[in-house]
């Protein structure tokens, strides 16, 4: 960052070093390998006497000198040249590190080429043996570059000690020193094979060209042998994170590892079959063809290489975009721009956004990503980002779980400067105005009652949403499934619960009555869950309407479990709260005892498309598109090595939860696979970093300027959001992660650069099971009194069990708190933007207003007389506190 910026666009990442290093590096393996081939060459000419096998030495050596000498020492100058203007800051690493070993290269390279060409221009006129140690001095500096040259080299991919001690010797003689000499020195001589055999295929005489393609092809197996050995010697030696890295997780390693493994029996094989003998023509042309392979084959090698040093130029110390490790905290703090000296702004501004943007992109993304060219093209990477907040999140995330790219460091409004710079500058998208959505708000009855009826019937969700991911053709996180109960009482001084001789039916509101008109889930039932489904019915076999309430002998309540609708009216419209009507009928004469209705909510308003490309798929508010769902898997196999999204596009999409264990849904998961619920959060909390209840709105239907607008309830009304129970997104991940890794799963990786915002420290944080630990309503409301203050949060003390959930506990007297007190997140009284009173329909319909029933000491709606005792829980007899929220019935 303290040197001018060669801007390359198309012909930047990279690729002036992948072309001018790999040319060389290849020719300059040649240079070791064919030194030792000449003086080979040459005795076995004496050996045999064979002045035709001398011929050809010499003739190789003009080759060899032009190629190495010329051409090697062009390539070699274009590698400084290259290096100097894209990589300053590490050549001057490299240079002011290792003076003394560079000057120590220099004199044995000047002791080549005055070698070599004494042994050129003396070959024939000087006698034998002076002749040969010619040779062999040649040989011998040229291999002595090799060895200084590799031990600089790998000091970028190992320093070792260097780190420490800043010790020329503890950096030279680094952890990879001996097994890269060792390959490097024996893929040289596999190289004097590959060149050896074009120029012998290029003797006129057939006899002597057969003799010495042989002899090239006699010379190679035992190097290559060796060299493979010392391949693996080399891998071993890279730590144990570098080698993961390179192995599993970096995407386009496979590629060049695969290529050096697919190419070393091929080249093998194709040496061993060039000493069958061919026409002049086709030995030419075949022994061409070998060469180039030995190109890809060195660049194959040296990709691999260079790309285990990731995310570093020199490992541990400074970063492939040239900022040191040791500047990183600075940066953060102070800024990329004002860090740097070359740029052409200090600040960002709404004016100079983009521009800032370039320059931003320049100095952290260009050593490695070009701007439409070949090597790591920046456009292919990010098309898929349709606004800044997606491609802010990708690069506030990177660097964090998979390490093969740096961090991101700068301050914030520089990361959302280059996201701008790549979504709006680099790819033309505007800023999205999003859709003027105006929810259609369905007219609806509210159940009549008086006073003298007979029964109360409070029926509800469980749940204030059930999110659905309408992406079945490809995969499914959370199938249609709402959860419907309900509790009869009989009034009277002494109320009680019925549990005996009704029956209660449920039905949908027209409209819904068909949901598989909407989603495909049941086409895909079969592969998603195992199971063939009948059209409307859920996985639990209860249909969507005219189904029929059981009884759950243990909450004393009745229940129609995992009911699946959906968001998507027959009209075409979106609207996520479908109203279910329960009547409540005597089995014995048929008379309807009671009628309720109340919401069943289920929304597909699900935010993957944020981040993974697509658009919604309904009235431009809500659904997946095959582009979003298609992406999403395409992610995950490279991500973990699956194969997903192949097997969705053979028409066996897969449920998430048949990998990852699911409470809510009761599957077991896969063994060492963290849960999916941890997974899902710990995971995409490292790219929604700092960003409060944002980073749960963009993903959940929460917010309330969204179609959906789940947190609805009356501690919505207060202000309250999502991390005033569940703290920030990094708390819930991690209150998830520490359980699984408390449990023997490996999870570090998702942890390790999570920060606690509600607790002090990571440590202090309490795992839990999701689903079932979760944040108590005591919590705050300690003996259901008012809570001890604004700050009091619920996050970090959990529920023991299912028993203790809100909406699964029973008060003193077996009612059900949300029979009383309404949904999760939408407790009344709530506010709905699809009707105000759209949730609070059973509190209006038995008591009038929109609050919990029973509130106002209104203990006549059961009891039939005044109560003078708080008989369902403490401290209830009392006027409902926040009046402000209150609406009563027109």
Not at 770 to 796: M, R, T, Y
Request: charged share 20%; hydrophobic share 40%.
């Amino acid at each position: 960052m303290n040197y001018p910026i060669w801007e390359l666009t198309i012909l930047g990442g990279g690729f002036w070093i992948a072309l001018v290093a790999v040319v060389h590096v290849y020719v300059a393996h040649f240079a070791v390998g064919g030194g030792l081939f000449l003086v080979l060459c040459e005795v076995k000419g004496y050996r045999e006497n064979s002045q035709p096998i001398l011929d050809y030495t010499r003739k190789h050596t003009k080759f060899f000198l032009l190629l190495t000498m010329v051409f090697g020492g062009l390539t070699g100058v274009g590698i400084w040249f290259t290096i100097s203007l894209l990589s300053p800051a590490a050549t001057s690493v490299l240079i002011h590190n290792f003076v003394f070993g560079w000057a120590t290269e220099w004199v044995f390279f000047v002791g080549e080429i005055v070698a070599l060409f004494v042994y050129f221009y003396t070959f024939g006129k000087m006698a034998r043996q002076k002749h040969l140690l010619i040779g062999w001095i040649y040989f011998i500096c040229a291999w002595m570059s090799l060895f200084i040259i590799t031990g600089i080299i790998d000091f970028m991919l190992t320093p070792g000690a260097w780190l420490q001690n800043g010790s020329f010797w503890s950096g030279f003689f680094n952890p990879t020193f001996w097994p890269s000499v060792f390959f490097r020195t024996f893929i040289a001589l596999v190289f004097a094979s590959l060149f050896a055999i074009v120029t012998a295929a290029f003797l006129k005489d057939d006899e002597v060209r057969q003799k010495m393609v042989r002899y090239a092809v006699k010379l190679m197996p035992l190097p290559f042998i060796l060299m493979l050995a010392s391949a693996f010697w080399y891998l071993y030696a890279i730590p144990a994170e570098t080698r993961t890295l390179m192995l599993k997780v970096s995407p386009e390693m496979s590629t060049y590892i695969n290529g050096f493994l697919t190419l070393s029996p091929v080249i093998f094989l194709a040496v061993l079959a060039m000493s069958i003998r061919l026409p002049r023509g086709l030995q030419q042309s075949a022994a061409l063809f070998l060469l180039f392979l030995g190109l890809l084959y060195m660049g194959a090698f040296e990709f691999t290489r260079e790309g285990a040093r990731r995310p570093y130029l020199v490992h541990g110390h400074m970063y492939s975009n040239s900022i040191r490790v040791a500047d990183a905290v600075s940066i953060n703090q102070r800024g990329v721009l004002k860090s740097a000296k070359w740029t052409r702004f200090e600040a960002i501004t709404p004016e100079n956004r983009v521009e800032a943007g370039k320059d931003i992109f320049q100095l952290k993304c260009s050593s490695c990503h070009s701007i439409g060219g070949v090597m790591n093209d920046i456009l292919p990477l990010t098309a898929k980002f349709n606004s800044v907040f997606g491609m802010d999140s990708m690069l506030n995330g990177l660097g964090k779980i998979n390490n093969y790219m740096p961090q991101f460091f700068g301050i914030r409004a520089e990361r959302e400067a280059l996201a701008a710079y790549i979504v709006e500058g680099l790819h033309g998208q505007k800023a999205p105005q999003g859709v003027d959505y105006k929810p259609k708000a369905p007219a609806y009855e509210i159940p009549p009652h008086k006073a003298d009826d007979e029964y109360v019937l409070l029926a509800w969700n469980n749940l204030g949403m059930h999110c659905i991911s309408d992406s079945d053709p490809y995969w499914i996180l959370l199938p249609p499934a709402n959860d419907l109960y309900a509790q009869l009482v009989r009034k009277g001084e002494r109320p009680q619960i019925v549990t005996e001789g009704v029956t209660l039916h449920y039905r949908v509101e027209k409209g819904f009555e068909n949901p598989s008109k909407h989603v495909r889930f049941w086409e895909f039932a079969e592969s998603l869950l195992g199971k063939k489904l009948p059209l409307n019915s859920g996985v639990s076999g209860n249909p969507v309407t005219d189904g029929e309430m059981e009884l759950n002998e243990k909450l004393k309540a009745f229940e129609a479990t995992l009911v699946p609708v959906v968001p998507y009216p027959d009209d075409g419209s979106f609207n996520p709260y479908p109203l279910f009507t329960v009547e409540a009928v005597d089995k014995k004469t048929g008379k309807i005892l009671a009628t309720g209705r109340f919401v069943a909510p289920t929304s597909t308003e699900m935010g993957c498309k944020n981040c993974h490309g697509g658009e919604w798929r309904v009235a431009g508010v809500a659904g997946f598109t095959d582009e979003t769902s298609a992406d999403v898997l395409r992610v995950h196999d490279r991500i973990n090595g699956t194969d997903l999204l192949k097997k969705a596009r053979a028409g066996k999409p897969l449920l998430c939860q048949s990998c990852h264990a699911d409470p809510v849904l009761g599957t077991k998961g896969q063994q060492g696979i963290p849960n999916f619920p941890a997974a899902m959060h710990g995971w995409h909390a490292n790219y929604l970093t700092d960003r409060g209840t944002d980073a749960c709105f963009k993903c959940h239907p929460a917010s309330a300027t969204g179609p959906t607008g789940c947190l609805r309830g009356v501690h919505a009304g207060l202000n309250l959001d999502c991390t005033s129970c569940h703290g920030t997104l990094a708390d819930h991940a991690l209150s998830l992660l520490k359980y699984e890794k408390e449990h023997g799963k490996d999870v570090d990786r998702l942890m390790r650069h999570l920060e606690p915002k509600v607790v002090a420290s990571v440590e202090e944080v309490k795992g839990r099971i999701p689903w079932i630990n979760e944040p108590d309503c005591l919590n705050c409301h300690v003996d259901f009194q008012k809570p001890a203050s604004k700050d009091v949060n619920g996050f970090n003390t959990w529920t023991a069990g299912p028993g203790e959930l809100f909406r699964l506990r029973t008060d003193n007297m077996g009612l059900m708190c949300e029979s009383c007190h309404g949904s999760t997140h939408a407790n009344y009284p709530a506010t709905n933007m699809y009707g105000q009173e759209r949730d609070n329909i059973p509190p209006m319909q038995y008591q009038a207003n929109n609050l919990p029933i029973g509130s106002e000491m209104n203990c006549r709606l059961c009891h039939t007389k005044d109560m003078d005792m708080s008989v369902h829980h403490p401290n209830m007899l009392h006027k409902f506190r926040n009046r402000q929220l209150m609406r009563v019935k027109n």
